[in-house]
């Protein structure tokens, strides 16, 4: 086997897929395929944090060898110490990390609240006599209006008194007319106005249904990356607060490693 067999095959007996790889290393999902096709050989800091992901030695991603199995009974080495240096390090990179993640657990939090809520994709539906009713005052009022002309200008027996008559109804007519195209105009505008904020509605909790699912992919992929660095830390440690803190009292020289800062944070309390 190659290197990219045993890449894939680790890979694939992890259950993980080459985003996934990819997120939990810090590379493209195209370089996880480069390596696997063998067309790039990974760099030495890419091979080590996939020996911790797989669970195996560097060697044997290198050069195929087997890891040597120990004794379980055999009696644990205790870790040494970290350096003042990698312990400021590691608080920094985990103040961040810690961060990212208390970001994220907001963000799913409080987007579960909003998609918990029931979404009204319901409308109401807008009648047209609602805007044509006061068409009818106007008719009425232009009919009152051609009555009166036609009493001052028409004057008893004249021949053009027929014309007035006729503009008598036929004003009142076309008011109505103008006034029922104009309130149907107004209802359909009103009414797509309506069905278009639903439908609104009804696709922004879809979108945020689909945002928070690949928030809660990304965050699991952030846990399983940020697990590999903190499993020597206290649970009740594990937050941007006490990295933070832990961190300012190795710059400030009161503590030597990030045991020691840790342990002062404990006293404090």
């Known amino acids: 086997m190659t290197i990219a067999d045993r890449i894939q095959c680790l890979r694939k007996q992890k259950g993980m897929s080459q985003i996934e790889l990819a997120d939990a290393i810090g590379v493209s999902r195209q370089a996880v395929s480069k390596w696997e096709?063998?067309?790039?050989?990974?760099?030495?800091?890419?091979?080590?944090?996939?020996?911790?992901?797989?669970?195996t030695t560097t060697d044997y991603l290198l050069k195929g060898i087997e890891p040597i199995e120990t004794d379980p009974n055999a009696p644990v080495a205790p870790k040494p110490k970290m350096s003042k240096e990698e312990s400021l390090a590691l608080a920094e990179k985990l103040t961040h990390e810690?961060?990212?993640?208390?970001?994220?657990?907001?963000?799913?939090?409080?987007?579960?609240?909003?998609?918990?809520?029931?979404?009204?994709?319901?409308?109401?539906?807008?009648?047209?006599?609602?805007?044509?009713?006061?068409?009818?005052?106007?008719?009425?009022?232009?009919?009152?209006?051609?009555?009166?002309?036609?009493?001052?200008?028409?004057?008893?027996?004249?021949?053009?008194?027929?014309?007035?008559?006729?503009?008598?109804?036929?004003?009142?007519?076309?008011?109505?007319?103008?006034?029922?195209?104009?309130?149907?105009?107004?209802?359909?505008?009103?009414?797509?106005?309506?069905?278009?904020?639903?439908?609104?509605?009804?696709?922004?909790?879809?979108?945020?249904?689909?945002?928070?699912?690949?928030?809660?992919?990304?965050?699991?992929?952030?846990?399983?990356?940020?697990?590999?660095?903190?499993?020597a830390i206290p649970a009740h440690h594990k937050n941007s607060g006490h990295m933070a803190k832990a961190k300012t009292l190795i710059e400030a020289g009161k503590a030597d490693s990030l045991e020691d800062a840790l342990a002062l944070c404990e006293a404090k309390k």
């Open 98 to 231: 810690y961060k990212a993640l208390e970001k994220l657990r907001t963000q799913i939090s409080d987007n579960e609240t909003i998609i918990k809520r029931p979404v009204d994709g319901s409308y109401a539906q807008h009648a047209a006599f609602k805007f044509f009713w006061p068409f009818f005052i106007y008719a009425f009022l232009s009919y009152i209006l051609m009555l009166i002309i036609t009493a001052i200008f028409v004057g008893g027996t004249r021949g053009d008194g027929v014309v007035f008559v006729i503009l008598c109804y036929a004003v009142p007519i076309g008011v109505l007319i103008a006034g029922g195209v104009y309130a149907c105009r107004k209802r359909d505008i009103l009414n797509a106005e309506a069905s278009e904020l639903a439908r609104a509605r009804r696709d922004n909790a879809d979108k945020l249904r689909k945002e928070t699912e690949e928030m809660k992919s990304k965050l699991k992929t952030l846990e399983t990356r940020v697990s590999k660095m903190d499993s």
């Open 37 to 55: 096709s063998e067309q790039a050989i990974p760099d030495l800091d890419k091979i080590i944090a996939m020996s911790e992901i797989f669970g």
